[in-house]
């Protein structure tokens, strides 16, 4: 049965407004957005708002999520919690797909990923439980289906945020190895667009139920640096350390300082560089599945400055 309606629940996160957009954009999908009551955010008057009390009352997530056909969950993904009561209110109300918060830079279904960063756990916590919940039926018939989405590093706000270890306001960076690692990273507008492919084609077989991945654009540390070195006519400064050493010294401080958010970071952005090329993931990588364009590294990163 194809999919009509869709709640978000993160509307206003880094990612939410770009999936928020796709959504809309797809002319045929009617969009509720899930907030706490307390929430002042606004949204344009096509969009539903569905209000539950802050605590997120479980029967109130039942009524409110009572006739979506798909839910997307795009807040952080260390609410686990949270996560894994929404998608139990969602299979009571009869939801029947589910995109988790599993967007993010690094792979959370490897083993040296899982290792590295604990909120790459969390991530798989949820999606192990969402494989449990697809296994079963509602009482009145029916199940819920999952799909997580891999994006690689978020690349317009990682350029500009310092997570695809670059300076763009002291022109440094920090290159890992040889700076040859190949890396896939998606746009916000690009995951947006991929959501909402997914939710139009939630019932093939090579999206239900799976881990899939996408990117804008492959490239390395040192394409992507004499890039943003041609465009802006800037020299970078640029530092090169051992990713071994640097994940070592890093895991080190974060045994020691569980949660530390700067330690954090630095694991993921060494991980999304130097163990996050998409296009060996076979049939699970969905690019042309899901139709999405072809796109140059120039043209990223000159959006991405402006």
């Known amino acids: ?143 819920t289906s999952w799909t997580s989405l891999i994006s690689g590093h978020f690349f317009d706000y990682g350029l500009k945020s310092g997570l695809l270890s670059m300076d763009v306001e002291k022109c440094k960076a920090r290159v890992f190895d040889d700076g040859n690692h190949n890396f896939s990273a998606t746009t916000l507008a690009t995951i947006g667009l991929a959501t909402a492919r997914i939710l139009q084609k939630a019932d093939d077989s090579r999206l239900k139920n799976r881990l899939v991945y996408i990117q804008s654009i492959r490239t390395t540390q040192n394409d992507l640096i004499s890039t943003v070195e041609e465009i802006t006519g800037k020299k970078y400064e640029v530092e090169k350390v051992s990713s071994d050493v640097f994940i070592k010294e890093n895991k080190e401080h974060l045994d020691k300082d569980q949660g530390n958010p700067e330690v954090i970071e630095h694991l993921v952005t060494v991980e999304g560089l130097v163990n996050a090329d998409w296009t060996n993931k076979g049939d699970a990588f969905v690019n042309d599945l899901l139709q999405l364009p072809k796109e140059d590294l120039k043209d990223l990163v000159t959006r991405a400055l402006k």
């Open 1 to 143: 049965m194809a999919i009509q309606t869709v709640a978000l629940v993160g509307a206003n996160g880094r990612l939410g407004p770009s999936i928020l957009q796709a959504l809309l954009d797809t002319g045929s999908l009617k969009v509720s957005v899930l907030t706490r009551a307390s929430s002042k955010s606004t949204y344009p008057s096509s969009v539903n708002v569905l209000k539950t009390d802050d605590d997120l009352p479980y029967d109130q997530l039942v009524k409110a999520l009572t006739g979506q056909d798909a839910l997307i969950l795009a807040f952080s993904g260390t609410q686990k919690d949270n996560s894994i009561k929404l998608a139990n209110a969602a299979f009571e109300a009869g939801v029947t797909h589910i995109i988790p918060a599993d967007f993010g830079s690094c792979d959370s279904s490897d083993p040296r990923s899982l290792d590295l960063v604990p909120l790459y756990v969390n991530k798989k916590d949820v999606r192990d439980h969402l494989v449990e919940l697809s296994k079963k039926t509602r009482s009145e018939g029916g199940t």
